[in-house]
């Protein structure tokens, strides 16, 4: 028994270090402007030639060229954010029966004389066009049960598996 | 100080689900009654569900339901994603201990005791590998 | 626990019999609620079901039975997942194939997409909520039943 | 307009899970239905899943949209190479498993069959699901799916199998919760989920110690599922202890799709480029050493047939955890990249399955746990001791029977990764199989039933002649045979081309 004592303390300062270890990069709490809620950074390209081109609404050929290479869609166009100065949109094409076939995709910053690119992470899509599309006002329910519905299918099967579990194991005498 | 603020006091939520973890795990590995391993588990798993839903939060956000009101005063909606994830990792949860508490009462039944250690000297009487 | 053996409160019962139908009445209003607020199908399953667990703690377990069988128990847990797998099934069916699975908008429940994704998001809540009632409540009488089982053999 | 095959992926799950309602509900009714239904459907989804294999072979991968939502907002089914090749292999063992059931549970589980059934195909539903899934919450999910089916149904014989379930249990729930933790690790630097866009956005964050920590956890979680060597201590319990078919599936099955999940974090969430910059692959490939000969010596130390299986499991299981700590240094053609741990989740769920239901025949016929009661077995029940001999002669590695074309790219795979020290290793292990399986063998063709007036005699001679019924005996043989002829297909190369196009999909492999 205190072998196990000791093996648990261990592990948990174990654990505790690796935590400790994580702390410097995890993210400020409540922070709105983190990943999780707002975009997260892909990369920084230099040289702000392209800034006239963005204002233009013309997508400079280099960032998509670099978006392209690693992997991700082509941005269809772009356009400034509303209220900021230096920030662009940027958009991409989709294919989604009966709705806006473009979709904010993008973020562009100008810092100095960089280009910081990064994408919008996919909560802010549902926050922005939710109601729109679901016609639900409830984020969580039109989150749980029609962007992600396929999660909430089986979390409803884990209960229904809990439930026949439980008469596998216990009920005697029953017709199941 | 600076660098208390910067890492313990600003990410406190993180410490908070550090330190309810560690209970757990604590109350899983070194308590010989299965309920209370069952408690340990369920604490366990309550840290990592307060971990996620403080991702979600975003300061002086309010809840994720849309509304006129608050989108016209310029109030920020909490993150919802954690919550819907949270929302089924629960059901999970719940569904584990129902099916760990019924094994229990199994447990219960067949060697009358559910001290960890009382059934496996019980086992080792009976002998390891005969079975039936 | 027999009927006689059980120390019958009065306070407690009678709280009970008050309670447990607004209780219930609350579950449903959570469920149909969810879409504009808080609350949704599983938080009403579960308060569904605790108006079961309080009668079952302030009565007794027969009685619960008798309120609640082991039949509809089957048929209730069953038709929740039937109603959110199906509805899924259904977007598949009425669209020819071209709807995804769980695509609500195509099933025709009005003429407005999004209103049919509104409706659908209804009808899987209300499954979800008539699983997780029926589950729960046959977890926690399997989970009584045993005890008092157990109890009697002790007795007798 | 989608075809008709493009919806199999999601459809394979849904009608698992309808099987699974419905059995629950005709049960009711008739309890007689339960086993009908369950391998109507499995035989529908085993057919599907070859559609899907064809499918993805000659088109391309297949990626399903659910709700219709585009990914990175949605959920998304993708099916490529990998996914499809493990999903036949699934539901080809499922089918053999639930054939093989339905006299073996009528002996087991007598009153149990309705809910065996359903949460056998709810087993089989968690266990699809973490397949074809594209997305790592769903991916979760469905792992707690199996998990919580594969608890119960260890626990459904009772006595003993309650406290391995119970342990399996929390050391199971210990692992998701670590999963868990690595998703919201990976969430809360991307704020995705979709594994494909994870691995976008992952490369520029290699560096980020969230990140790290993130990879950690899943690690360890899914070490802890698919029971590598010092995580194993819930294995043997819980496999030796099950129903034969459940044996079958948790070491045929469900421990490797723990692995395939692996597999799936490693090389589609992070990047073969990410493993190579980290030691993680070469301490694998040394904890996989460990597992191999522990877990082959633990074996030999066994009285209980089905223990000793489920040691020679945590061996098996260090094969394939070696063959995937190569996977990235070796890269010439038939044994370069995954091919030899893709090949050897098939041979050891072939395999295992086979010994384990030969095993479940030994107690469903005479209640045989212990090697020394097996005396003569082999003129009682000649043809599955016939079958229990060809599996165990793979086991070892006797050409040609997929043990050997396992044992055999391993070890090329390491010589060409110039890992010269795995190489004894794996020699070795085949001559403790060869121990611990001859031990058997010789029981029960060897050795005389002593004197007539011994305790055993009165089961002895209930066992005169007595052979177990068709229905038990021909899924056995179909994976024996399956043995030689799959290890005779693969030495003449001819899956290798499936192999190819996983490896292509990781950019593993690589010259032909």
């Not at chain 1, 690796?18 to 707002?38: C, M, Q, R, S, T």
């Not at chain 4, 002649?465 to 994976?479: H, Q, S, T, Y």
Request: proline share 4%; with cysteine.
């Amino acid at each position: 028994m205190r072998g196990l004592r000791l093996i648990t303390l261990i592990l948990i300062i174990l654990l505790c270090g690796l935590f400790a270890y994580v702390a410097e990069d995890i993210p400020v709490f409540g922070d709105p402007d983190a990943p999780a809620i707002k975009s997260v950074e892909l990369f920084t390209m230099k040289g702000a030639e392209g800034v006239s081109l963005l204002n233009r609404q013309i997508v400079p050929g280099p960032l998509s060229g670099e978006l392209v290479r690693r992997g991700f869609p082509r941005p269809s166009r772009v356009e400034k954010a509303a209220g900021r100065e230096g920030e662009w949109n940027g958009f991409i094409k989709k294919e989604e029966p009966r709705y806006a076939a473009e979709e904010k995709y993008y973020r562009i910053e100008r810092e100095g004389d960089d280009l910081r690119v990064s994408r919008y992470a996919f909560v802010v899509r549902w926050m922005e066009k939710g109601l729109e599309e679901t016609a639900v006002p409830n984020m969580v329910t039109y989150g749980l049960a029609d962007y992600r519905g396929y999660d909430t299918l089986g979390e409803t099967t884990v209960i229904f598996t809990a439930g026949v579990s439980v008469i596998l194991l216990l009920r005697r005498r029953s017709r199941l | 100080m600076e660098w208390f603020i910067a890492k313990i006091f600003a990410k406190y939520n993180y410490w908070i689900f550090i330190i309810l973890m560690m209970i757990g795990f604590y109350g899983i590995v070194a308590k010989d009654n299965l309920i209370k391993k069952i408690i340990g588990l369920n604490i366990f798993q309550t840290a990592i569900f307060l971990y996620f839903i403080s991702l979600g939060a975003v300061r002086g956000g309010t809840a994720p339901i849309v509304d006129e009101e608050i989108i016209r005063k310029g109030y920020v909606y909490a993150n919802p994603l954690p919550h819907v994830l949270i929302l089924t990792a629960i059901v999970v949860s719940v569904a584990t201990t129902a099916v760990a508490l019924s094994l229990v009462i199994r447990m219960n039944q067949e060697y009358g005791t559910i001290e960890e250690s009382e059934i496996i000297q019980k086992l080792g009487e009976g002998g390891m590998t005969r079975t039936d | 626990m027999k009927e006689e053996q059980g120390e019958r409160d009065v306070i407690i019962e009678t709280v009970a019999r008050v309670m447990i139908p607004f209780i219930q009445l609350f579950a449903l209003y959570v469920i149909i609620h969810g879409a504009g607020g808080p609350g949704g199908g599983f938080q009403g399953g579960v308060v569904f079901a605790s108006g079961f667990i309080l009668y079952i703690i302030a009565f007794n377990l027969a009685g619960g039975r008798k309120r609640f069988p082991e039949s509809a128990n089957t048929i209730l847990s069953s038709v929740g997942l039937y109603i959110y797998a199906g509805i899924g099934l259904l977007a598949i069916l009425f669209s020819f194939g071209a709807a995804q699975y769980l695509n609500y908008g195509f099933i025709p429940f009005t003429s407005h997409f999004e209103e049919n994704r509104a409706l659908g998001m209804d009808f899987v809540e209300m499954g979800i909520g008539i699983t997780v009632m029926a589950i729960i409540a046959s977890i926690f009488f399997d989970l009584a039943e045993k005890d008092e089982k157990q109890k009697e053999g002790e007795d007798g | 307009m989608l075809s008709f095959v493009e919806h199999l992926p999601v459809l394979v799950v849904v009608i698992s899970l309808l099987s699974a309602i419905t059995i629950f509900i005709t049960g009711w009714i008739n309890k007689k239905t339960a086993w009908y239904i369950s391998t109507a459907t499995l035989l529908s989804q085993f057919i599907s899943s070859i559609f899907i294999l064809h499918h993805v072979m000659t088109v391309g991968p297949i990626r399903y949209r659910l709700g219709g939502w585009v990914p990175p907002w949605g959920i998304e089914y993708v099916m490529d190479a990998l996914n499809a090749y493990v999903l036949v292999i699934l539901l080809f063992l499922g089918l053999v498993c639930v054939i093989y059931s339905k006299r073996n549970i009528d002996h087991e589980l007598p009153d149990k069959g309705v809910s065996f059934y359903t949460v056998y195909q709810l087993l089989i539903t968690g266990l699809c699901g973490i397949t074809v899934t594209g997305d790592i919450f769903n991916m979760y999910v469905f792992i707690e799916i199996t998990s919580l089916s594969a608890y119960a149904l260890i626990a459904s014989r009772g006595k003993i199998a309650l406290k391995a379930s119970f342990t399996y249990l929390v050391l199971g729930s210990i692992g998701a919760c670590f999963f868990l933790l690595g998703i919201g690790f990976l969430y809360s630097v991307t704020g995705s989920l979709n594994i494909h866009d994870l691995s976008l956005l992952l490369p520029p964050l290699y560096g980020n110690r969230v990140v790290l920590a993130a990879f950690v956890f899943f690690i360890v979680g899914l070490s802890i599922k698919m029971a590598l060597f010092p995580l194993h201590t819930w294995l043997p319990d819980a496999h030796a202890f099950a129903p034969a078919e459940i044996s079958a599936m948790l070491s045929g099955i469900i421990i490797e799709i723990s692995t395939y999940a692996f597999i799936r974090v490693a090389f589609s969430v992070f990047t073969a480029r990410f493993l190579q910059s980290l030691p993680v692959f070469d301490i694998l490939c040394w904890l996989a050493a460990a597992a191999i000969i522990i877990g082959s010596v633990l074996a030999i130390s066994q009285t209980n047939l089905k223990r000793m299986l489920a040691y020679s499991s945590v061996a098996n299981m260090g094969y394939i955890v070696l063959a995937l700590g190569l996977s990235i240094s070796a890269r010439k053609a038939p044994w370069g990249g995954l091919n030899p741990s893709m090949m050897h989740i098939l041979n050891h769920a072939l395999m295992k399955g086979c010994l384990f239901l030969v095993a479940g025949a030994f107690i469903y016929k005479a209640d045989l746990w212990e090697i020394r009661d097996f005396r003569g077995l082999g003129r009682r029940m000649p043809y599955t001791c016939a079958a229990f001999v060809i599996a165990a002669l793979s086991m070892i590695g006797i050409p040609p029977s997929v043990g050997f074309v396992s044992k055999l790219y391993i070890i090329l795979a390491s010589i060409e990764a110039k890992k010269f020290f795995f190489v004894p290793v794996l020699l070795l292990s085949s001559l403790l199989n060869l121990i611990y399986f001859w031990r058997v063998i010789e029981t029960m063709y060897m050795k005389r039933v002593e004197g007539k007036d011994s305790a055993h005699t009165s089961h002895e001679l209930h066992l005169q002649k007595e052979e177990i019924p068709l229905g038990m005996l021909a899924p056995i043989w179909v994976l024996a045979s399956l043995c030689v002829i799959m290890g005779i297909l693969w030495l003449a190369n001819i899956p290798i081309p499936l192999l190819n196009q996983i490896n292509s999909t990781f950019g593993l492999g690589g010259i032909r």
